[in-house]
Structure formats: C-alpha cells, structure tokens
C-alpha cells in the first residue's frame, strides 16, 4: 500500500512542474509586430557593419545631429538586437518565440521561488503568480523591454536571498556575486537597467543605515555586500551611453513624445483605449491584496519594501508601459509579508490547490491551445503589409517613400538599403513626427515636396479605430496620384509624373473594394454606427449623396444623437434644397 506522504510529495512537485510548463506553452503564441522588427533590423545592421550606428541608416528624414534620446535608442540595445538576429538567423522566427516563452517562464519561476523563500504554501504561491500572468500578455512582444522585466525581478531576488543568508550569519554567496554580471549584461540590453541601478543603490543606503544604527551584520559580511553592490553599480555603465541613459531616460518621460505614444498613457487611460480593462483591475486586486498584507503586518514592515513598493505602484499606474514590472514586483516586495499572512491561515492551503488545478491550469492550457504558434503560425500577419513590400520588391517604384508610422519597422526590414523609410516606430525626431502627423490628417503636399516624396505605402483602413486615413482619401482623389497596388490590408500610391511605367489601378475599384468591407462589417455588427459612417465617408468623398444620406440615416436610427451624422444629414438636406431652387 502506497504511502500518503510519497503521494503528497508527488503532487507537490508535480503540480508546479505543470503549472511552469503550461506558462511556456502559453507563452509560444505568434511574434506581433511592434517594435520587433526595428530591433531585428539594427541586430542585422550591427552584424553586418561590426560596429554600434551612430546615425540612423534606416530613415532619410532623421537628422544627423547630436540628439541624446536618439542616441540612446540607436545604441542602448545593441546586445539584445544581436541576440534577436542570431536566434532568428540560426533558428527563424521560432527560436524568438521559444526565447520569448522562456523569459515569462522565468520571470514566473523567479516571482514564485522568491514567495516560497519566505515560507508561502507553494499552491497559494503558484494561485497568486497566475494573477499577473492573466494580463502579461499586452506585453509579450519580441523587443528587449521583456528582458528589463527579468532583469528587475532577477536583481531582487538576488538581493533579498544574499540579505536572508548573511542575516543568518552565511555569506552572501552565488546571489552576491551574481548581480555584478546581471547589471553589466542587462545595461548593453536595455536602458531600463536603471530600474536595476535605483533596487540596488536604496538597498545599499537601506542596508547601510541598518548597520550603522543596529549592527545587523558583521563588519565583514557588510563590507562584502557594499562592495558587489558598488561593483553592481559600476558595472551598469559599461555601457556605449555611459550615465547619459540615465538622463535620456528621463527626459523621454517629460518630452513631447510621451503624449504620442500609447504605452506611456496612464493605465487607466490604456485600458479604455485598448478596451482591455481587464489589466486594470488585475492591477488594482494586486495592489490592494498587497497593500493588505502590509498592511496586517506593519510591525515588521521595512521601509525598503515601502519605498519600492510605493514607487512602482505609482510608476504602473502613471504609465502603462512600467505597469507590468508593479504586476510580478507587488508579490516580490511583498513576499515576507504576503507569507505572513496567508502562512497564519493553513485551511487555505487546500482551496489554493484547487484553485490552481480547476482554474489556473485549465486555462493556461485553453489558451496555450488558442495562442500557440502551431497553430496559428509564428507572426501576427494580418496586418502586416506583406503584399506591400512584395510589391515594392518586385516593381521598385521610385523613392523616397512615405510609409504609415506602423510599417516604418517592417519596411525597413524587407527593403532595406535600396528604400530608406520616413518614419518608423522609434520615434527618433519631434519634428519629423509632426510633419508625419499632418500628412496622415490630409496636409500633405508641403510635406511631400520638401522631401520629394514619389511613393506612398498606407493602410487601406485604419485596423485599431477602422477609420479611412485621410491621406488615402485625398491620395483617392487626386489626379496627381496613381494606385498600383490594394490588398485587405494596405495600398501603394506613385506619383504619376515619376511612376509613368507603372500599371495604375482603377480607383473606383478600390472605393467598391471599401465599400465591400464597410458592408461586410456591418452584417457581422448590426448595432454598430461605424460601419455605416465609414460607408457615409466613402460616399461623400465620392460625391455621390444620396448614398451619403441614406447610411447616416442608418447611423442616426442607431444612434439618434450621433453628431458627425446629424451635421452631415444636415448639409446635405440644405444642398438639396439648394439644387431644387436651382
């Protein structure tokens, strides 16, 4: 008769080894597009050219000037981009996705490990490592970002397992010596290494002043620990930006670009736009569940853990793009407490196992099944300009380019050096991002003779808001301006006095091809307005108002108070009136 212990014990290593794997498998979803395939492409660009670029090669807009965030971004993640290219040019797309799964996996493993060091059941360890990882997933690009997130759960648990042992009278060991090696890799991979920077140097004041107040440790035990901590400090510069990533960071936060880009909304901000609230209230359970724990015991509260807790909680809830590190470091910081807490109430012990068999793993497996890449293939191309690029390959319509911000990166990548694009996402100049910003609302012709601009590559319909840009609407109507080439996804444009041997698409099918997916999507969206005020658009460019009327009168019989459809009916109903006088 088998024992009941050996049968406990096997659920116990079980039981975690399936959860870690599930998190893997769930983490094999396809690459998306975002900043990945800038990062791929300066990966190949320093391969090729042996050396870090000290202007940008990729964009004929950007000037070679000394600008320090420019700088920052052209050489701050020069070690991640190498690792990128060679796991795609030895492995394909897979091996990054393979790499990706492994960092979640990690960062998991790190949060999990760090919450049974201080004693915490490990099935209510893994229930609360699940919570984070509902929500990781807005996050699980291909871009060295990911790795700052294992860089600042990896430099924590380093340091508070290097403090428990030579509180204990031991040495700070493998930990200690560690961090040095973390912090001098993490900085040549991403500039969020002063996250890293900032965990260590109030560590080091904290522990410092703990010394000289109680003597917590030995003077030998202590001079060790200032000494990795100072090398940890150090060895974070050796990086091609030295201390100006420190500033450059900085000064991104309080520039103009903050206002532009999506991660840098507040997380409530984020969570209405993406319409992902999910992530919101994850964040706010965390928060909250933390807090609490802290709170139950504040006797033995220290005011490292208060510092940092406070400073990414308002980090994360400030700015979206800091909000996954407060997810995982929430129970990190709080793991002492957390344990205390929860190890008091041992009849939670068993509903936190069949919390994580009944519900965590059976969705970790339901989604790995829906995500995998098996499945569903290793890129997200729906929205790729793919057919695009093929085409630019193919029939070389003359340059320079004008491209949607959105592409800027995957233009690069397929065509280049013989096209240099006009922007991508990097964002690296204020003003060409402007000039970027009139063009796409439709002012477009300063812009385009300033750079002389011959070709232009744009989404078809917008795949966010499903908006017609305006520049396809004016480029649509202007006898300037040729068609080549439609897909679902994107169109080319060529200016017809520098494009004459190309073969130039009819435009009226391509408003047909419009209007066909506007009516597409409203079967699919009965109740939805913006099918029909897309359709009303591609009438009234057209001129054609009858049309125009009769979808924002189907817009105002969804919404009667719809404005946009109420001035259009409006004017149209005058322009009537006006021709029938006539």
């Not at 965990?199 to 440790?217: D, G, P």
């Not at 979206?320 to 929860?342: E, H």
């Not at 003003?431 to 609302?441: E, L, P, Q, T």
């Not at 080549?484 to 041997?501: L, N, P, W």
């Amino acid at each position: 008769m088998s024992d009941p212990k050996d049968a406990s014990k096997y659920t116990n290593a079980l039981i975690p080894a399936i959860f870690f794997l599930l998190v893997f498998l769930y983490y094999l979803a396809p690459i998306n597009a975002g900043d990945f395939w800038w990062h791929l492409n300066t990966g190949r660009w320093i391969w090729d050219n042996g050396s870090l670029p000290s202007v940008d090669p990729f964009t004929y807009t950007v000037p070679h000037d000394d600008d320090l965030r420019r700088t920052l971004i052209l050489k701050g993640y020069w070690l991640a981009q190498l690792c990128i290219y060679h796991a795609y040019n030895i492995f394909g797309f897979k091996g990054l996705i393979f790499m990706k799964a492994s960092v979640f996996t990690l960062v998991s493993f790190l949060t999990w490990r760090l919450l049974r060091t201080f004693g915490l059941n490990r099935f209510i360890a893994l229930a609360l490592v699940y919570l984070p990882l509902t929500s990781m997933h807005l996050f699980e690009a291909v871009r060295p970002q990911i790795l700052s997130l294992l860089g600042v759960v990896a430099v924590y648990y380093c340091i508070e397992n290097a403090l428990l042992r030579m509180n204990a009278g031991r040495g700070g060991g493998f930990y200690l010596k560690l961090i040095p090696v973390i912090m001098l890799l993490w900085a040549n991979v991403h500039r969020g290494f002063i996250l890293g920077f900032m965990i260590i140097l109030i560590y080091l004041a904290y522990v410092s002043m703990e010394f000289l107040r109680r003597r917590t440790l030995s003077r030998r035990l202590y001079g060790s620990f200032a000494a990795y901590m100072g090398l940890a400090l150090l060895a974070s510069l050796v990086n091609p930006n030295i201390a100006d990533a420190f500033v450059g960071n900085f000064i991104e936060l309080g520039g103009p670009f903050s206002r532009w880009i999506d991660e840098f909304k507040t997380l409530r901000e984020f969570a209405e736009y993406s319409g992902y609230e999910k992530i919101l209230y994850v964040y706010v359970a965390l928060f909250v569940f933390s807090l609490s724990c802290m709170a139950a015991q504040w006797r033995s509260l220290k005011p490292v853990h208060v510092f940092l807790f406070a400073g990414f909680a308002i980090a994360g809830f400030t700015t979206f793009r800091f909000s996954m590190f407060f997810l995982f470091m929430s129970l990190c910081i709080c793991a002492p407490y957390v344990s205390r807490t929860l190890g008091e109430r041992m009849y939670l012990n068993r509903p936190a196992l069949w919390i994580v068999m009944l519900v965590a793993l059976p969705l970790l497996v339901s989604g790995a099944s829906k995500r995998n890449y098996l499945r569903l293939g290793p890129l997200e191309d729906l929205y790729l300009p793919d057919g695009a690029a093929g085409y630019i390959e193919q029939f070389r319509p003359p340059a320079p380019l004008f491209n949607a911000f959105e592409y800027g990166g995957y233009l690069g990548w397929r065509l280049y050096p013989e096209y240099k694009v006009f922007v991508d996402q990097r964002n690296l100049d204020v003003n060409v991002y402007d000039k970027y910003a009139r063009s796409k609302g439709g002012r477009y012709r300063e812009v385009f003779n300033e750079y002389g601009v011959n070709t232009v590559v744009f989404y078809l319909i917008n795949p966010i808001i499903n908006e017609i840009p305006s520049i396809v609407t004016y480029l649509m109507l202007s006898d300037e301006w040729e068609a080549v080439y439609v897909d679902r996804v994107s169109v080319v444009f060529v200016r017809k006095s520098a494009g004459a041997t190309l073969y130039a698409l009819d435009k009226k099918e391509i408003w047909a091809f419009m209007e066909d997916n506007a009516r597409n999507w409203a079967l699919v969206a009965p109740g939805d307005t913006r099918p029909y005020l897309m359709l009303a658009y591609i009438f009234v460019a057209q001129e054609e108002w009858d049309k125009a009327f009769s979808s924002y009168s189907e817009v105002l019989r969804l919404d009667p108070d719809n404005e946009t459809a109420l001035l259009f009916v409006k004017a149209i109903n005058k322009y009537r009136n006006q021709q029938g006088a006539r």
